[in-house]
């Protein structure tokens, strides 16, 4: 009851003119974003968080959290109609959505993609109410050994569980926690790793990484392709946004299992929307298999109703956990992170009782935008396609420009720029030899965090190493790991042995074609 109060207070705050204005920009921007293949809502907050810090931070997050769903919500548009997925969490949508469009149901393809995403974010809004305080009354027992293991298994999950190649998504890490400690050592005063140069003596800025790895490093990524890839035509979708009664009750199960298995993922930093997208469909696909007439393959509702609703159950509990653990368990949520200590807080049980205004305000406006992204994208799903329209020279140019007039906005400084460019550089050949980014960049945001929990965990034990297992919860956090890495290796394997035959039968078909020559 006292968490239903308190969301009661924060619909006063986010009701306000400004707050609600916020919350329809950021859910436009976030929508228009995840329509153009490429990018995300990663890199819409990377471009905006230079540009927001003379706003009020409650507006400023309102506004980046109707980023973050927008973004889920508009990925679905051009997957479905292209078969072009904008971000990874949206591969899922496009094996039976393209399909649905190809066969003259693009608008009820779109419908389903909206209602689903809508559907898995309300109900993960109204369990992060009742969640995000019980997560921070249980931060609230995390001393340096259990936030030291947290950030152990944030780095392990996001560079081995997600990454497709471990050594690549290791590498991205080490390479992200190299530029983390960058700067004058806050305990020793020691120099590292800034060359004698002193506009290094303070640190590499995270909004300067941030936008150069992601936003710059599209931009020199698509430059080197836009000869290569070649132009997509739009389907038509016209005729009704809205889905029939038997079309309604055929994907309504599929949406709730879906929410089903995308709430958990929320929490656990395995990259966010990607994983649960593709065990939804997985878990569909199977149960296609036992009915007397399958679907799948011929453009079935239900493959592409709960991967939607998958993917959008992940951003409330993912929210939740940044708010009230402070994990960051996306690129997006780490740059709301960074966020939160570019304006001075730190998420966690204390945020919840120094600006309860901000954080249950927030909370109430995750409801508000999903009532507005699902009013954006059933009726106007087409006209977000149209944005494809703008040659991408001036909409990739213009990304460019934005990204050096954010920086230097900040900053001020020239020497920032160049650092723009050879992060943007880092971040294409980052692309080009397909090396994973999200591990670099929790690598930065959780790495100082994870360098001073250790220190303090050794000086307060006095060097004893055994402290970092000597509580229940560090025991816990790393038994998961433990679970997460096994599956990981288990599905891998599993994968592996269903590629050999396949990969063994061309051969085998061409020695027989040759003895038989």
Not at 31 to 58: E, K, R, Y
Not at 199 to 216: K, R
Not at 359 to 375: P, Q, T
Request: aromatic share 8%; proline share 6%; net charge neutral.
């Amino acid at each position: 009851m006292e968490s239903l109060s308190l969301l009661f207070e924060g619909f006063g705050h986010a009701f306000t003119p400004m707050n609600l204005l916020f919350v329809v920009i950021g859910c436009l921007l976030g929508t228009a974003v995840g329509v153009l293949p490429g990018l995300g809502s990663s890199m819409a907050v990377a471009l905006l968080l230079p540009m927001t810090f003379a706003l009020d931070p409650s507006a400023a997050f309102i506004m980046f959290a109707g980023v973050y769903f927008g973004g889920l919500f508009g990925d679905s548009t051009m997957a479905i109609l292209l078969n072009t997925p904008g971000q990874a969490s949206a591969i899922a949508s496009t094996f039976e959505g393209h399909r649905m469009a190809r066969a003259g149901r693009a608008p009820q393809a779109l419908a389903t993609a909206a209602i689903g995403a809508f559907i898995g974010g309300m109900i993960s809004c109204i369990v992060v109410v009742f969640l995000a305080p019980a997560l921070a009354a249980l931060s609230a027992e995390f001393g340096p050994a259990e936030y030291f293991a947290l950030a152990l298994f944030a780095f392990v999950a996001t560079s081995s569980v997600v990454s497709d190649s471990v050594l690549k998504g290791l590498a991205s890490l080490v390479l992200g926690l190299g530029i983390a400690t960058i700067g004058i050592d806050s305990v020793s005063g020691a120099e590292r790793f800034s060359f004698g140069v002193p506009q290094l003596f303070d640190g590499v800025s995270l909004v300067t990484i941030t936008v150069a790895i992601l936003a710059l490093g599209e931009v020199f990524h698509v430059a080197s392709r836009i000869r290569r890839d070649p132009t997509s035509r739009i389907l038509r979708s016209e005729g009704r946004p809205f889905l029939s009664r038997a079309e309604f009750r055929e994907a309504l199960p599929a949406w709730l299992r879906g929410t089903g298995i995308g709430l958990p993922f929320g929490v656990i930093p395995v990259g966010g929307a990607d994983v649960p997208t593709f065990i939804a469909y997985a878990a569909e696909k199977g149960l296609d298999r036992r009915r007397a007439h399958p679907q799948f393959g011929r453009g079935a509702i239900r493959g592409l109703a709960a991967p939607e609703a998958a993917g959008n159950a992940t951003t409330g509990t993912a929210m939740g956990a940044l708010l009230a653990l402070g994990l960051p368990v996306s690129a997006t949520a780490a740059i709301m992170l960074a966020a939160f200590r570019q304006y001075g807080l730190q998420p966690g049980p204390l945020l919840f009782e120094r600006a309860p205004d901000l954080v249950w305000g927030l909370l109430a406006s995750f409801f508000l935008a999903m009532i507005v992204l699902l009013v954006l994208n059933l009726p106007f799903a087409q006209l977000w396609a149209k944005l494809l329209l703008i040659p991408r020279p001036y909409l990739y140019g213009g990304i460019a420009l934005m990204c050096g007039l954010g920086v230097f906005a900040t900053s001020s400084s020239s020497f920032e720029l160049l650092l723009l460019l050879g992060a943007g550089l880092l971040g294409f050949a980052m692309r080009r030899f397909q090396v994973p980014l999200a591990p670099l960049l929790i690598g930065m945001v959780l790495g100082p965090l994870a360098e001073t929990s250790l220190r303090d965990a050794l000086l307060s034990s006095g060097g004893d190493y055994a402290t970092f297992v000597a509580g229940p919860i560090p025991i816990a956090i790393y038994l998961l790991l433990l679970g997460a890495l096994a599956i990981s290796i288990v599905g891998r394997l599993r994968a592996r042995r269903t590629a050999s035959p396949a990969a063994a039968e061309p051969v085998e078909a061409e020695t027989a074609q040759r003895t038989r020559r």
